[in-house]
């Protein structure tokens, strides 16, 4: 059985910095790609971020380019988004999600499969 867990949100101030991760079992995670996705306030799925499955092609949406931060440790089988500079619009629950998808013309276009309960952030001052 497939199992995301992520962890890590909370509240945090506007500028302020968090770090997710997300612990995965019940599939190779070394064989697949994942991503980061949130749900916004009122709104569908926004995908943010995704890693190939060995960690060494990252993307990101344009939202959080230059901020946000994806990585994974294999031995571990765990993903990481490291968010920085927070903004008040980043407030949402975010997920990890085992990815499907790939790399065209040099951008992610995303296919999940599976996904966790998601864990909250809630930036505000």
């Known amino acids: 059985e497939v199992q995301l867990v992520e962890s890590g949100g909370g509240w945090v101030q506007p500028g302020g910095s968090l770090k997710l991760s997300c612990a995965s079992s019940g599939f190779t995670f070394n064989n697949s790609a994942m991503s980061w996705v949130r749900r916004l306030p009122g709104k569908g799925l926004e995908w943010m971020s995704a890693?190939?499955?060995?960690?060494?092609?990252?993307y990101y949406a344009d939202s959080v380019k230059g901020r946000f931060t994806i990585s994974r440790d294999n031995a571990k089988n765990t993903l990481y988004l490291q968010l920085n500079s927070l903004k008040t619009e980043d407030t949402a629950m975010y997920y990890c999600?085992?990815?499907?998808?790939?790399?065209?013309?040099?951008?992610?276009?995303?296919?999940?499969?599976?996904w966790g309960q998601g864990t909250q952030v809630t930036v505000s001052s």
């Open positions: 999600a085992k990815d499907v998808g790939g790399s065209y013309g040099g951008s992610w276009v995303p296919m999940y499969n599976y």
């Open positions: 890693v190939n499955s060995v960690g060494e092609s990252t």
